[in-house]
């Protein structure tokens, strides 16, 4: 069984009642760079460090209590290299009473630079793909769309009225397509954020989103005296909203929708509500999305929360609160 777990690809251990270690597998004793014989009994507080220690305490009581613990922590190993870690708490329950608990303990590291990896690249293609609508496409679809209506008036000052009216819908279209255009790069640029800040950028969002789809979007923000605009926080949040967004419309097929940003000494909260069918409604619940994973890594990274609630008048809010 020891053989086993030295191959396991984590850390295994086992910390009785009164937290002296019992167990641990090669990977632990590594981490900690100690032997099996110096492990053997040693306190949790004396292993840990105390910070480390009073962090953990409260997963620590539960697990003791019985429940099952999983949480995330950063943790530098003994030759100061700093790791992400995923560890799990698991009670060793005999008849109504907890003896110990087991710990699992993965190095996450590789997937949490994975996850950044992701957002950042995805947020440098919509910025790269936003920029080439913007600055190619619309360009060249603007003077498209003036090039026609120059034609439909060359057409009908020598007289063809009914060639002109051939002209006319040309010129229509192509100025359709270049507002289209814009619309689209404006979703996919954050310059309106770099420009005039997240109250303005969602402002606009609300007002595209209500064009484009012909439904009531409106944004709300209980207190803009007291908004201040910081750079990682108000792309996170924005990008946050148009998920949240484009979720409502596509799944939830709502018919309003409303951004509430609030902000006080507090923290501040970014919610997005819709009339929708909720997400029992919506059609295709397990699914491949990456919308929503990707919601919890950025509230993860400003330290916040998400919820999706199920609101009493029917459909979805997705509420973040940054503390
Ligand atoms: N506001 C909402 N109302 C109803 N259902 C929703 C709502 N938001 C999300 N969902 C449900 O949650 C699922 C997952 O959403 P998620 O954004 O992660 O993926 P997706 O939208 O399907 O794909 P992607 O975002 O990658 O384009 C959706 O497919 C839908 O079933
Ligand atoms: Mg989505």
Known sequence: ??????????????????????????????????????????????????????????????????????????????????????????????????????????????????????????????????????????????????????????????????????????????????????????GLLPFEIEANGLLAALQALAARVAISYQIVCEFVCASPDVWRDDATISLNLYRIAQEAVSNAVRHGRAQKLTILLASDSAGMRLSIFDDGCGFEGAAGCATSGMGIKIMHYRVKELGGTLAFLVRAEGGTEVRVDIR
């Open 1 to 186: 069984m020891k053989t086993l777990t030295d191959f396991m690809p984590g850390m295994l251990g086992y910390w009785s009642r009164d937290l002296r270690s019992e167990f641990a597998n090669r990977e632990y004793l590594n981490w900690f760079g100690k032997s099996a014989e110096e492990m053997k009994g040693i306190r949790m507080q004396d292993l840990l460090g105390e910070a480390l220690f009073a962090k953990n305490e409260s997963y620590i009581h539960a697990a003791l209590a019985g429940e099952i613990q999983k949480f995330e922590r950063t943790l530098t190993k003994v030759n100061g290299e700093t790791r992400e870690t995923l560890a799990h708490y698991i009670p060793h329950i005999e008849g109504r009473q907890v003896l110990g608990f087991f710990v699992l303990i993965l190095d996450i590291t590789d997937r949490k630079h994975l996850e950044a990896a992701v957002v950042s690249v995805a947020e440098e293609f919509q910025r790269s793909l936003g920029q080439e609508l913007h600055d190619n496409l619309g360009q060249q679809l603007a003077a498209i769309a003036y090039q026609a209506s120059a034609l439909e008036k060359m057409i009908l000052s020598s007289g063809s009225a009914d060639a002109a009216k051939f002209a006319a819908p040309i010129a229509l279209q192509a100025q359709h397509t270049v507002m289209q255009c814009k619309q689209l790069a404006q």
